[in-house]
């Protein structure tokens, strides 16, 4: 039977191209594998997709009784139903490690850079491949959207040189391609106030008290965040399905790299001391804050720890 190869819930670019990315290499190296999702696909996402003519992985929200390999992730509240019942082979991933268990010891890859693709572009020169046109194109767009074009706090300069050099295999004018994928991710006037909250939400668990945190790209925050009411009446479903203690929309601006949050539940006080900066009918302003990784989840978890 075919190992799955698969990222987190509310996939991402990253998630979904490292998938296919390394699936790819782990059958250069002869082994059997296949890359699926546990979500569908953001706008982003289904732009780079579409423009490099790429197959859509299958989607397998279970994974029990199957191998598998994790990448772009490994938290549990972020992983495929199932995970108890699979047989975890591998992990490859750039976040933090929490609230991460398996019963057999495992291959794991982690490095502290901008995007899981960069990883996997090292293994590939490591044995001595390279990637093909279309997935050295994917991989360069999992870079630029996980590095917001090398602007993040998150890019280092391996994110960087692996950029520029899938770029020459993919063929494809690097700072031009990546202002087009980055604007097709904010073409949101299509999604209900459900769908924005669930496009790229992830759930932290920082000692039993349990955060989503909700991330969108824009060039205007305002126009979204007209629809607060709408937006916090959605949020409090969300928090009681999913038995959160608080929940972070934050809308990112990619022309001003700056973020607006809508913050809702407990300790809100935590939020104000994480960010200093006050929480004014339930907005909270983010200046020079683009990454979740590495600007919102720390200092939250920093601040609840303490």
Do not use: W
């Not at 693709?117 to 491949?129: R, V």
């Not at 824009?218 to 959605?234: P, R, S």
């Amino acid at each position: 039977m075919e190992i799955l190869v698969i990222g987190h819930k509310n996939p991402d670019t990253d998630s979904i191209c490292s998938a296919i990315a390394y699936s790819e290499l782990k059958n250069k190296l002869g082994q059997n594998t296949k890359p699926v999702r546990a979500g569908d696909l953001n706008k982003e996402t289904e732009f780079v997709m579409d423009y490099f003519k790429s197959e859509i992985p299958a989607l397998n929200p279970d994974i029990s009784g199957r191998d598998v390999i994790l990448v772009d992730h490994n938290e549990r509240t972020q992983t495929a139903d199932g995970f108890e019942g699979a047989k975890i082979l591998e992990l490859i991933d750039h976040h933090r490690i929490a609230n991460f268990n398996v019963d057999e010891p495992l291959k794991v890859r982690m490095e502290p850079v901008g995007c899981t693709s960069t990883i996997i572009f090292d293994m590939y020169k490591e044995n001595g491949l390279l990637p093909d046109k279309i997935t050295a194109g994917l991989m360069l767009s999992a870079i630029i959207s996980d590095t917001l074009l090398f602007k993040s706090p998150t890019c280092t300069e391996k994110d960087t040189i692996a950029g520029r050099e899938l770029s020459k295999i993919a063929e494809i004018d690097l700072a031009v391609y990546g202002v087009e994928m980055l604007k097709a991710g904010t073409a949101l006037d299509d999604k209900t106030i459900n769908e924005l909250l669930n496009m790229d939400m992830k759930i932290f668990d920082v000692n039993d008290f349990k955060i989503g945190i909700a991330q969108i790209n824009a060039v205007d925050e305002k126009a979204i965040l007209a629809k607060k009411e709408e937006i916090l009446l959605e949020i409090s479903n969300i928090m009681k399905s999913d038995n959160l203690n608080m929940f972070m929309f934050v809308v990112t601006n990619i022309l001003t790299n700056n973020s607006m949050g809508l913050v809702a539940g407990e300790k809100q006080e935590i939020v104000e001391k994480a960010f200093n900066s006050k929480i004014i009918n339930s907005e909270l302003t983010l200046e020079g804050i683009v990454s979740r990784k590495k600007q919102i989840v720390p200092p939250l978890t920093k601040a609840l720890s303490n």
